[in-house]
């Protein structure tokens, strides 16, 4: 741990990143145990760190943006700077806690885990999209016992959460059994539907440059060529 990282200059603060000025403490529900943090702009954010391997946190920021960009229910997202007083201070320490660029999603208030029996609660629409946005991504990572998926049930309201294992060399659709939405796979890629579903994803690629640029720099240093293959697999022709 860093004690003596600076603080970056005001300039720093600008196309969705923040300051944390407060951790509250660890999500005990989520595996990973994200702190949940105060920001500046006065909202909460379950915050991800981590001391080596920072692919996840780019992951996370390249398909939340991505979700954003093609309109799905996603929190929204910023890259937070943990101050070392506070990382040094904190009670929390016990899972890879370290100051400096971390990913940040904002928390949905009084949103629960996804529950499979809600699926068809869910608009089908909106279903074929989140599989075909995953199947485009690589992310496996949408199970039924743990789907990252929030529900907001009085709204019928899905949220999209937790990217950090897609991009991954893994397609959906070796894996399809797996997908809490598996059983929309065949009528998603049909025909016109098919159609309508590539160029839905289409439009998401027109993003996929501004949001890489807004990465920071510590969370490349070791990253070799992965964003060129980040590039390669959202390029490729899809069912």
């Known amino acids: 741990m860093n004690s003596d990282l600076p603080m970056p200059p005001d300039s720093a603060f600008a196309g969705g990143r923040l ?50 960009a093609l309109g799905l229910r996603c929190p929204p997202v910023c890259i937070a700077w943990l101050p070392a007083p506070l990382v040094n201070e904190c009670i929390y320490s016990d899972y890879d806690l370290v100051p ?16 499979k029996a809600a699926t ?21 990572d949408r199970r039924d016992a743990n789907p ?10 899905l949220w999209v959460i937790d990217h950090h294992l897609t991009l991954s060399a893994i397609p959906v659709r070796d894996v399809i059994e797996t997908h809490i939405f598996r059983k929309d796979w065949q009528e998603c890629w049909d025909g016109e539907n098919g159609d309508a579903m590539r160029a839905w994803l289409e439009t998401g690629k027109d993003h996929l440059e501004s949001i890489l640029a807004k990465l920071p720099a510590e969370w490349l240093k070791d990253s070799g060529d992965f964003i060129e293959k980040i590039r390669i697999l959202l390029s490729r022709p899809l069912p």
């Open 19 to 68: 300051l944390i000025t407060e951790i509250l403490g660890r999500e005990a529900a989520s595996i990973l145990r994200p702190l949940e943090c105060l920001a500046a702009d006065g909202n909460r954010y379950f915050i991800k760190s981590r001391s080596s391997d920072m692919l996840p946190l780019v992951c996370e920021w390249v398909c939340s943006n991505l979700a954003h």
């Open 100 to 115: 400096g660029w971390a990913f940040g999603s904002q928390a949905v208030e009084f949103a629960d885990t996804f529950p």
């Open 120 to 140: 068809q609660d869910v608009p089908v629409l909106e279903r074929q999209r989140l599989l075909a946005f995953d199947h485009w991504i690589n992310n496996s």
């Open 148 to 157: 990252n998926l929030l529900w907001l049930a009085p709204e019928k309201a």
